[in-house]
Structure formats: C-alpha cells, structure tokens
C-alpha cells in the first residue's frame, strides 16, 4: 500500500464531466509521471502511453492534422521515423509485405494491443491486463454494431478475437437509441471511465491506481478540445 502516495498527490484533480477542461495538460501529466515512476514500473507506463503512439500513428499515415501529445513519440520522431516501438515497426514490415485486412489499421491495433498486453503480463499489472482485454472486446462490439448495416464481414473487422467475453448489451441498447454520433461517443467513453474506475483496484495509491488516472485523463483530454464540426473517425479509433 502506499508506494506511489508522493507521485498520486502531484497529480490533479480529474473533470467532473466529459468536455470540462484539466486543470493540468494530459503531456504535463505524463512528463510527471515519468519523472517521479519508479524504474522498474517505467516499462509499463510507456505500454500503457504507447495507445497515444498507436493513435498518433494511424493519424499521420492518413494524412490527419490531427496529434495527440503525451505519447512515448514526439510528431518530429514519428515524422523521422525515430525510436518507433517494437510494433510499428512490424507493422511496417507487414504493411510493405501487404496486410491481408479492409481496414489495415486495425493490424496496427492488434499489435500494439498485443504488446501492451504481453508486457502486463510479464509485470503481472492486473489494471492493464484487465482493462485491455475489455477495451478489447468493446472495440470489437463497436465494430459489429457499424457493419451491422452496411452487410460487412464482422471477422475483417475483429482484433484478437476471443479474447474473453463480456456483456455489452446494456450498452448497445444505449447506443440504439442514439441519433446523435457525438452522444454517443460520449456513452461510449463514460463506460470507459467506469471500467477503468473498476480495474484500478482498492488503493489509490498503487501503480494500478496511477496508470487508471493518466487512462482517464487520456479521455478526458480528448474531449476538452472537441470541437463542432468535428471528425467522429478520431474518436472511433484514437486510443480507444
């Protein structure tokens, strides 16, 4: 109990609602996290970081003006192709081989899933393995619910398939009931923020409980710079 107490007091209140701005930037908040993480948990933090990576990545390759700050990357090491991770660079490697997939960014996914993953598990970070393998299949209800019209093939669509099970359902009949793309992204993130909320664990103090607060703050970042008109494509696929 207790190890992180000094490093969770720096840190700031989060926003009470979706779309309130932090009191302290999401990259200040990381650039605190690494100074004061301790070294043998430094590996994880940069796992838990490396969804921003995957999303900042997606972004640039499609041409987006559009970068997400507090990754383990700069724009200026991605745009050189600087330091990538582990897997980027095979997505790289897949990509120029061909990747087999109608959306090929989902290979990027699934790679930087299964290396945060298999990272947490080698740490034993119950917080990571627990909430990633959620988020995984959240994502792959998602894209069920946006091919369930168009006639897709959901299995084109689906990353790590079988992973585990959980119950969306609840959810899903939220979302049925949802014209409104924004309001439904902000359903979508709030039952992020309640799962995350559920995995940290019961000391606010653990490095479970630091890696929850920058996930939520991650979201929380997000939503203070949305804007109308706004790209939903952002929201669907950066980070979450």
């Known amino acids: ?5 000094f490093l969770a007091c720096l840190l700031p ?3 009470s609602s979706l779309g309130e701005k932090l009191t302290v930037s999401f990259p200040d908040m990381t650039r605190i996290a690494h100074r004061h993480i301790q070294p043998q948990d430094d590996q994880l933090l940069r796992a838990q970081l490396s969804v921003v990576d995957a999303a900042n990545w997606e972004s640039i390759e499609q041409g987006r003006n559009h970068f997400l700050e507090g990754g383990t990357l700069s724009r200026e090491e991605m745009e050189s192709m ?3 991770p582990a897997f ?3 997505f790289l490697d897949e990509k120029e081989r061909g ?5 090929i960014y989902d290979r990027l996914w699934e790679l930087c899933y299964g290396a945060l993953l298999a990272r947490a598990e080698e740490e034993g970070c119950r917080y990571l393995i627990d909430y990633t393998v959620w988020e995984i299949e959240l994502r792959n209800c998602l894209a069920a619910l946006r091919l369930r019209e168009s006639e897709g093939n959901i299995a084109d669509r689906t990353i790590m398939p079988g992973i585990r099970s959980f119950d969306f359902s609840g959810l899903l009949s939220r979302l049925d009931s949802q014209n409104n793309p924004l309001e439904a992204e902000r359903i979508i993130d709030s039952e992020r923020l309640k799962q995350i909320f559920h ?7 653990s490095l479970d409980a630091i890696l929850a607060f920058l996930a939520c ?6 939503w203070e710079k949305m804007k109308i008109p706004y790209d939903i494509q952002n929201f669907i696929y950066s980070g979450g």
């Open 13 to 15: 209140p989060l926003p």
């Open 217 to 222: 703050a991650f979201i929380y970042s997000r």
């Open 1 to 5: 109990m207790g190890a992180y107490y």
């Open 199 to 205: 995995c940290r664990g019961a000391d606010p103090f």
């Open 99 to 103: 990747i087999r997939r109608p959306y």
């Open 88 to 90: 980027i660079r095979q």
């Open 82 to 84: 600087q330091n990538l």
